[in-house]
């Protein structure tokens, strides 16, 4: 069977209803042809009719329908690494970035560095499904979600999953659920409240699941420190930013939405105003990636947890998350301006670049709030001719910020993913003015890696080595062979908390970073 699961274990967490794996498995039973999350309300099938399997796409290739009762859609993604080869795991990563939408199987393969044939094999190997069939699952079950909770006409929602035809998404809706769309809609809630006041563009919600613990308080604290201005706001309560998808541009805000304790589970609330059509999947899979929504808090804490080094820091904050990026490219920028300067004086010289490069959002489009974001961060194309002295860089940095646009632009380096974690900082750092701890930087927030760790950092040296001194980076490295394949989570535990790791789990408190132990440290993050 694909990527094994007990089958017994499975069943006790159907049994009992267990909400941490919702999203790691689902059960086909065989009585109704129906496939279910663990969590699913309805009368427990007898053992016998159960079929277990490691996702949604291998339900529906097995010939199971999605439940109308449970929902697939809404459960939290599954985990990419969670019992697959890391070329699935970044194969799902591109998938989950659109590279099926356009793209084919080749080229999917061809960007892992991997045949097409041995892709499918490992595809059905880990997951049982071929990478199309998990494709299709991705935008079949958005689109229920979409018909669910909007009031986007049918063929905006075709459109918005990623579907190159209205013809192809009502057959592939008929086939899936035996109902047509119009059939399957639910009475949409209107959205209530506007972006940043009275709204000139419709907003749309969309729904953001996530396997709880979720530590809101530290991810936002993190890209509060670096936001960019005119590009980013963000609030304790929310993040908002500026984004281009396609032709499409205009802006997104997210807040948490706490759940009720007993059926409602907490998730977060994306509310999106566009200029024009755009595949809304992108944005959703995006936000995913920005807030890490597909870790699973448990698993990750149960092996750091371990650790003496660890144990209290994972104990004080619960459901950390690795802070993702919107945008490559934009993340990949951020870093290099942050190579010894302070945090808040990286933060200056990207919104420098910004509003001297980026384009402002159409009036249309903007918040009512002036204080809200304008401005679309500039692509390589535009910063490959950038003139470092206008924006107060350093010609080194100035040179730095060109090769990284050249090299992305001609797809020199890839920012979404790549044939692995060594191949992606061996590229990185053959451009001139990144190093090592740049390269492990960009692989932990862009490229969405959890085993990236910059261990040359100066403040994870310090607090791994303690009242002996810094550790040298060639010990922190083998001090933290412990924490594979989760050594990005543990550096963000060991930044977030440096000083009282036993201290009581909370809120961080204002203005404090993982920086924030050492006044005269010059690396930023």
């Given at each position: 069977?694909?990527?094994s ?6 069943y006790?967490?159907?049994?009992t209803?267990?909400?941490?794996f919702?999203?790691r498995?689902?059960v086909?039973?065989t ?8 969590v699913c309300p309805?009368r427990t ?12 796409a291998a339900?529906?290739e097995?010939?199971?329908?999605p439940?109308l009762?449970?929902?697939p ?7 990419a ?12 990563q591109?998938?989950?970035?659109g590279?099926?939408?356009e793209g ?5 393969a061809d ?6 044939r041995?892709?499918?094999r ?10 199309l069939a998990v494709?299709?699952?991705r935008?079949l079950?958005?689109?229920k979600?979409?018909l669910?909770?909007?009031e986007l006409k ?5 459109f918005?999953s990623?579907?190159a035809s209205?013809?192809r998404?009502n057959?592939a809706?008929r ?6 769309p119009?059939?399957?809609r639910?009475?949409?809630r ?5 972006l940043g006041?009275r709204e000139s563009?419709?907003v749309?919600q969309?729904?953001?699941?996530f396997?709880a613990?979720f530590?809101?308080?530290?991810l936002i604290?993190f890209l509060s420190?670096?936001?960019i201005?005119?590009v980013?706001?963000v609030?304790?309560?929310?993040y ?6 396609d ?5 997104v805000?997210v ?7 007993k ?7 994306a ?5 024009g ?5 992108r ?8 807030f ?8 990750i ?8 080094d ?8 619960p459901?950390?998350?690795v802070p993702g990026a ?20 990286a933060t200056?010289l990207?919104g ?8 402002p ?8 709030d ?7 961060f500039?692509?390589?194309e ?12 350093t010609?080194?940095?100035?040179a730095a910020i060109?090769?990284l646009s050249?090299?992305v632009?001609t797809g ?5 993913a ?6 992606a900082v ?6 001139p003015?990144?190093?090592?701890w740049?390269a492990q930087y960009?692989?932990m ?10 261990h040359?950092?100066?403040?994870l040296?310090?607090?791994v080595?303690g009242?002996?001194g810094?550790?040298?980076a060639?010990?922190l490295g083998a001090?933290?062979?412990?924490w594979?394949p989760w050594?990005a989570y543990a ?5 977030t ?5 036993d201290?009581p789990a909370?809120k961080t408190?204002p ?5 924030s132990t050492s006044?005269n440290?010059?690396k930023t993050?």
């Open positions: 069977m694909a990527a699961l007990d089958a017994s274990v499975c006790r967490a159907l049994e209803r267990d909400a941490r919702d999203g498995f689902f086909g039973v009585s109704t042809g129906v496939y279910c999350r663990p309805a099938p007898r053992p016998e009719n159960c079929v277990f399997v490691a996702c949604a339900a529906q097995a010939g199971f329908r439940c009762r449970c929902r859609e809404a459960s939290p993604g599954t985990p690494w969670n019992g697959t080869s890391t070329t699935v795991a970044r194969g799902l591109l998938i989950g970035q590279a099926l939408d084919s199987v080749d080229d999917l960007r892992l560095g991997v045949g097409s041995h892709l499918r490992l595809f059905l190997e880990h997951l049982g499904a071929s990478p494709a299709q699952t935008r079950l958005f689109a979600k979409l669910d909770e909007t049918v063929a905006e929602i075709a918005a990623g579907f209205v013809r998404f057959d809706v086939k899936t659920w035996d109902r047509s119009r059939e399957l639910k009475p949409a209107r959205a209530k409240r506007a006041g563009r419709p749309l969309l729904r953001l699941p396997r613990p530590d809101w308080d530290a604290g420190l670096r936001a201005p005119g980013e706001s609030t304790p309560e929310r908002t930013r500026t984004l281009r998808l032709d499409a541009v205009g802006i805000q807040e948490p939405v706490p759940g009720n304790g059926r409602a589970e907490p998730y977060l609330l509310r999106v105003r566009l200029s059509p755009a595949p809304l999947i944005v959703s899979d995006r936000l995913r990636r920005v890490d929504l597909a870790a699973d808090p448990d698993r804490a149960r092996q750091l947890g371990e650790d003496p660890l144990a209290g820091r994972v104990a004080a904050r459901g950390l998350r919107w945008n490559g490219f934009e993340l990949a920028v951020r870093a290099i301006l942050g190579q010894q300067v302070s945090v808040r004086g200056t990207a420098r670049i910004a509003n001297s490069y980026g384009t959002l159409p009036e249309d489009v903007c918040c009512a002036p204080a809200m974001p304008r401005v679309l500039p692509g390589p535009v910063l490959e001719k950038i003139d470092a002295a206008a924006v107060g860089l010609k080194a940095r100035g060109a090769g050249r090299a632009r020199e380096v890839d920012l979404d790549g044939p692995s974690l060594d191949d061996s590229k990185l750092c053959a451009l003015g990144i190093g090592e740049t960009i692989a927030r862009a490229l969405g890696e959890p085993d990236a760790f910059p040359g950092d100066l403040v040296r310090k607090v080595g009242a002996a810094p550790l040298t060639r010990e001090r933290a062979e412990a594979r050594r550096a963000l535990h060991l930044w908390t440096p000083e009282i790791p201290r909370g408190p203005g404090k970073s993982e920086n006044k440290r010059r993050r």
